[in-house]
């Protein structure tokens, strides 16, 4: 049954809360005992005030006095457990799901957009989290019901089939609402994550609605989205509103006769009226089963389709994961060769057959026009994506051989829009270096020209940059990303138009550091201004996802029309 197989996938991030467990369990017991207890301590009251015995009458209303107060002891610590237990199954599976999120191929990713994988980690997760909780709570409930379905059979057997009947009329009509409901709930979380990708796309774009001053767009179509999930939202409310009318009005109608029935049954002498009490107590517990029933079917299905959603990430099923060798090398020396390497993103291709050769600490720069494949080489390089033919090696080993801290945790990249994390500076940087020392990040900020800067601030290295690093300029971003792989220390360095965004200052000083690590580390570049790449070791011009010439700066200059045209295109612009 897929319920089992899926509680046996939920059962490995719980399994070490067995104690917390057990106690929640023994807890629930306890109140199943005094479920059963207190509806008869409240029928003997009603016949001993009929019976004038008020000494008795006050010590039955002691002990129920005690035994609810002990009710509420033990309903603190269930409430206790079950946020234990729900805590911890929470974070083992978010943990272990987000884990897993980021080994997902980066085309996925792409195509996919962020809304589904932030409900999936963490609606998702909360469902899936809290169905162990959820079904002792049921067992409980049900124990306790059959228990007094028990008692009323021992108390009347005319009783206990009229009980029956009403309950499996309820509980077929329970069944068709939840059945309804929940395949309305499959169409609403498939908009909802698309409501989400969109909110947060508008969110982290903000300050460019505001710049296009295209609020009124984004407005209108977050309302068109909006409207659109809270219709789906009122259909499946619509089906809860209908079927509780049809149930309410039929254990209302249950209720009325159960009074005719005991009324007839004491007349006829074969039930006496303590009896009926005690019964009558029951009988709200009894409808209750109908709601947990109900409750079970729809917790279930939707328990189903969460692990059924978290599994399509967690074995593959739907999102493909990055794949990496098994060769590890502590530190390369920075050699790296594509060979015939062909890519294409979307069906469209991006290189064709390019080969080049790069030599340990040299400086090779890529130029060519937006488009031809510059940043394409750098995200190859790096194994976020896989290509389509050919080979990429490292120190002469394919990169398919090699594990990933192999390939990333060798090779640093510093893109033209760096994401800095909602975080302070110091946190930033001990993102790459958890170790980091004071010397070290001062070290790192002082060579990016970013120390300046961070004393001016009231917090110097813990002030927090805000999401995005919103709080900092293009500039400033850029060279607290620069300072974030000069920690990293890797031995292959990729600028991906780095500077781009900074002014002719700033950006003779990340020069200097640049020129400053020549020698050291192997170093590439994408750049926009070619005077960050003219005392490179050699250049390369990307045209139609093909390398057509390369050289020094003067070696193009004369022998490729294509580097000297967009050479000289930068000029005037500079005028």
Not at 348 to 365: E, G, H, M, R, Y
Not at 410 to 429: A, M, W
């Amino acid at each position: 049954m897929e319920f089992f197989k899926n509680l046996k996938f939920a059962w490995n991030y719980a399994k070490d809360q067995k104690k917390n467990l057990i106690w929640f369990i023994i807890v629930n017991i306890l109140i199943i005992i005094i479920s059963v207890v207190v509806p008869i301590l409240s029928a003997k009251i009603i016949v001993y005030l009929t019976d004038n015995e008020f000494h008795q009458l006050l010590l039955i209303a002691f002990v129920i006095l005690l035994v609810e107060w002990f009710r509420n002891v033990c309903n603190y610590f269930k409430r206790h457990n079950s946020n234990i237990l729900f805590r911890e199954t929470y974070i083992n599976l978010q943990t272990c799901l987000g884990k897993e999120i980021l080994k997902i191929e980066n085309k996925d990713i792409d195509s996919t957009g962020s809304g589904l994988f932030i409900q999936r980690l963490t609606n998702d997760t909360s469902k899936l989290s809290d169905i162990f909780p959820m079904l002792i709570d049921f067992l409980t409930n049900i124990v306790t019901d059959i228990g007094i379905f028990v008692a009323i059979f021992i108390i009347n057997k005319v009783v206990f089939i009229y009980m029956m009947i009403a309950t499996i009329i309820l509980y077929l009509i329970e069944r068709k609402r939840v059945k309804l409901r929940n395949e309305n709930d499959k169409k609403f979380r498939k908009m909802n994550e698309k409501v989400s990708s969109f909110v947060g796309e508008m969110v982290r774009g903000i300050r460019d609605i505001k710049m296009l001053n295209s609020e009124d767009s984004f407005i209108n179509e977050l309302h068109s989205k909006v409207i659109e999930l809270n219709t789906e939202r009122y259909r499946m409310n619509k089906v809860d509103r209908n079927y509780g009318l049809y149930s309410g009005t039929l254990l209302d109608l249950k209720d009325f006769l159960l009074i005719v029935l005991l009324i007839i049954l004491i007349e006829n002498k074969d039930i006496t009226i303590a009896s009926a009490l005690i019964i009558h107590n029951y009988s709200s517990r009894v409808s209750n089963v109908i709601y947990w029933v109900g409750s079970l079917l729809e917790r279930v299905k939707d328990f189903n389709l969460s692990v059924d959603r978290i599994k399509e990430i967690m074995n593959g099923d739907k999102f493909e994961k990055e794949s990496f060798g098994n060769k590890h090398i502590d530190k390369v020396n920075g050699d790296f060769e594509f060979k015939d390497v062909t890519f294409a993103y979307d069906e469209k291709k991006i290189l064709d057959k390019i080969n080049f050769k790069v030599k340990a600490n040299s400086t090779v720069a890529f130029v060519g026009k937006s488009g031809a494949g510059k940043t394409t080489i750098f995200n190859l390089l790096c194994k976020l994506y896989n290509i389509d033919s050919g080979k990429i090696t490292i120190d002469g080993i394919n990169i398919n051989e090699l594990d990933k801290d192999s390939i990333r945790g060798n090779i640093t990249i510093i893109n033209q829009s760096p994401y800095i994390f909602n975080l302070s500076i110091r946190d930033n940087l001990k993102l790459v270096k958890e170790d980091i020392t004071e010397e070290e990040m001062i070290e790192a900020l002082k060579v990016a020209c970013l120390d300046d800067f961070i004393n001016t601030l009231p917090d110097k290295y813990d002030t927090v940059v805000g999401e995005g690093g919103v709080n900092l300029s293009g500039g400033q971003k850029q060279r607290l990303a620069i300072a974030r792989a000069l920690v990293q220390k890797t031995e292959i360095i990729l600028f991906d138009e780095a500077t781009s965004a900074l002014d002719n200052e700033t950006q003779k000083k990340i020069q200097e550091a640049i020129n400053n690590m020549k020698g050291e580390y192997t170093i590439l570049i994408i750049a926009h201004r070619f005077s960050t790449i003219l005392n490179s070791d050699k250049i390369m011009v990307l045209d139609n996802g093909k390398i057509t010439a390369e050289g020094t700066h003067e070696e193009l200059l004369k022998k490729s029309k294509e580097y000297k045209k967009l050479y000289e295109s930068e000029l005037k612009k500079d005028k």
